[in-house]
């Protein structure tokens, strides 16, 4: 089994796209779990693909090998992230925010949202406060979910509650933040409703706000 995730590791860090999708197919069938497949060989490896980065030993074409890697074993793994206690269905617009182009986490609460029976509407990267406003129109959205991955673009979050406080619409919606370099303080300095430091707690955090 651990030689099967290291392998999945290494295969996201260089990029190897079509090994990984292989090699999770073979980790799916000899049992190993589909989330620790996701922590220990797929999220593992781009914490380090961020360190190699920082050190100067990979530039961003590294990144985006890593990331295309990274996303093709996401669609290997989707079908098998569900969750079989999927009550409270709600709806959730989600999106990267201004400036912010990372998206392989936002990808990752959104499959794991859909997993638990959300409908989810992808809003993108680099998304305009307008456009998260604007996807409360013309349908019922429960809950609006931002992720950022930038300490510079972390801001951008705040604007969005602002726009949802001027035009009247804050009390209908729950707004979500989620992303690496965001808190459980800094949730609540811009008047979010929660904070999620992963996928699958975003998924409790969802499913708890809509019991409110
Ligand atoms: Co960039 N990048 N990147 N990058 N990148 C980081 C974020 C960085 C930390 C790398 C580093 O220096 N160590 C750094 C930011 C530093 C800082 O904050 N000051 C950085 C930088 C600097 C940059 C550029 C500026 C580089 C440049 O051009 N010189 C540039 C910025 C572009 C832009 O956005 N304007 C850039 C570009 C890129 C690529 C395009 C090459 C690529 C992104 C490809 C893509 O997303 N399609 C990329 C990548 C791959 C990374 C790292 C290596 C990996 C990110 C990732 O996908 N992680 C990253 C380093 C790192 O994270 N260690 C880095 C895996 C993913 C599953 O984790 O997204 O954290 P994450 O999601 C987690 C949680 O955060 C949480 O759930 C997920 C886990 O379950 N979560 C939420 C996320 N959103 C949530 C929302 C929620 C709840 C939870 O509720 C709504």
């Known amino acids: ?7 999945i590791y290494s295969d996201v860090l260089l990029g190897h796209h ?8 073979i980790a799916i069938r000899n049992g190993i779990q589909p989330l620790t497949i996701m922590n220990e060989g797929m999220i593992a490896a781009m914490a380090e693909v961020g360190r190699l980065f920082e050190s100067g030993e990979y530039y961003v074409p590294e990144m985006l090998v890593a990331a295309r890697a990274m996303q093709a074993g996401m669609n290997v793994l989707k079908p098998y992230l569900s969750d079989s206690d999927t009550y409270p269905t709600g709806k959730v617009a989600i999106g990267t925010v201004k400036g912010d182009i990372h998206d392989i986490g936002k990808n990752l ?3 794991m949202l859909e ?6 509407f992808d809003l993108g990267v680099d998304v305009d ?27 951008a979050m705040r604007p969005v509650i602002d726009l949802l406080e001027k035009s009247g619409r804050r009390q209908e919606v729950k707004v979500i933040v989620g992303g690496a ?3 459980e303080d800094y949730a609540h300095q811009i008047g979010a409703d929660g904070y999620a430091p992963d996928a699958a707690r975003a998924v409790t955090l969802a499913k708890s ?3 409110q």
Not at 129 to 150: K, R
């Open 181 to 183: 370099p965001l808190s």
């Open 129 to 155: 406060p307008e456009v998260f406003l604007g996807s409360l129109t013309g349908q019922h959205v429960d809950i609006i979910a931002m992720s950022a991955l930038i300490t510079t673009t972390m801001p």
């Open 18 to 25: 079509k090994e990984v999708s292989k090699k999770i197919k």
């Open 1 to 7: 089994m651990e030689r099967t995730l290291s392998e």
């Open 115 to 120: 997993g638990a029976g959300f409908e989810v």
């Open 109 to 111: 609460v959104k499959m």
């Open 209 to 211: 706000l809509l019991l």
